[in-house]
């Protein structure tokens, strides 16, 4: 169950009128690190899809923002895997500024089901994927 | 304290290589819906920034999604206000395909905070605000 | 060879730091016009998909941004085509501000092309849908 | 003159349901490319809006996609300053997929113009720019 950080940088495209990142764009940092994670695992999207003819799809969250992220800031996403079971892993995951322990700007947790790929029905998670998740 | 419904249609540019909606796109679509609320008050983001000096910024939220959604369908987002008070909005939020009553895809709640416009520190919501929305 | 016009409101996830819609997001912008011209000639991505075996792909653009367009604007863009022949379509396409006759904000063409929707090779615009849209 | 390549992975928010990388979203990767061109040169947008009061802003552009990008492929993005004069870059770009020299992707131009960070209104390159810009 290890902590994994990847680096994000802030573009005009995640900012928002306010001068400040917008809400979706945290959603989809936070994707990101799960997906990064997921590679420095050794598996993708395309080989669960093409392979284990399975999607990983986020099916429910809970997020604190507590500071807002700006254009050109350097973020720090974090995934943890805390919970896998059945068809679900749940990640506690967090984003900060300037360094992976700089400020905390939000919190949450990420809930994601392993499903079939062309029915996107909840499936237990392909042994192949436990194996080397749990390595 | 009213319930709202807005139609929102899913282009190709909110759907993803799964074939569904993408996880980020419900957060824009639940924003939306909260600005078009605001605007069916009478208020909008410009006035509220030029105005009154305040930014309404999302800063917790949680959502379970039920159901993907997929291109072309028409979907219905709620907002319905359950709470106001100090510098918060709480949101009751939920996306429903193809009617306003139809199946129920996506249902959670967004807490927002009425921030000042430059230092985006959390601040009363103005009292031309509160009137206008407990009309 | 019809005009087509189709309201677009701007959002926050529309806009960025420099207070302005975001490049990108005109492009989104141009794709629901043409998305919704299809539309309106009976047909959607994804009748074209099932029945049709077919993707509308933009294989090349040009555009020119005359004016920025704001937070809470309301936007009407065109979707004009110009020449269909072949596997490609060529839409004249303007996004105007205010109103369908407003002020001008950008300008240009947009090349789409019809391809097989498995391997996305350029294929013959299907008979059926050639005739829907010459009615 | 110099050119500049920068890497980007294709994510799940960058695709659509044809299972493809969608359109805006290759404008999202062009306009980083410039933002990290620039940085390249120790410049960032932050720097522009607060010390010079000039934001950049694409004002045209003409792009040609020649082949799809799909979920997970890294992608190299150029950003080659080819003039330069009054308020106008322009840039030529291109995209490759898993190497700088890989398959060609999309090819193209982008102008962009320095304006007033207040009025949006086209002004000189401020001189400290331009000297970075030419060492």
Redesign the interface.
Known sequence: MSQFVFPV?V???D??????V????F??YL??AR?EWLRAHGV???FL?EQERV?L??????????R?A???DMLYITAELSQLKGARFIFEQSVRRESPDGELLCKGTAEVACMD?EQ?KARRVPAALLSVLSE
């Open positions: 940088r573009y005009l495209e900012t928002d009128a306010h001068g400040m917008y809400n979706a764009s959603f989809r994707e990101r997906t993708d999207h395309t899809r999607v799809v986020l099916v429910g969250t809970e997020i604190k923002f507590t807002p700006r254009l050109d790929s996107l």
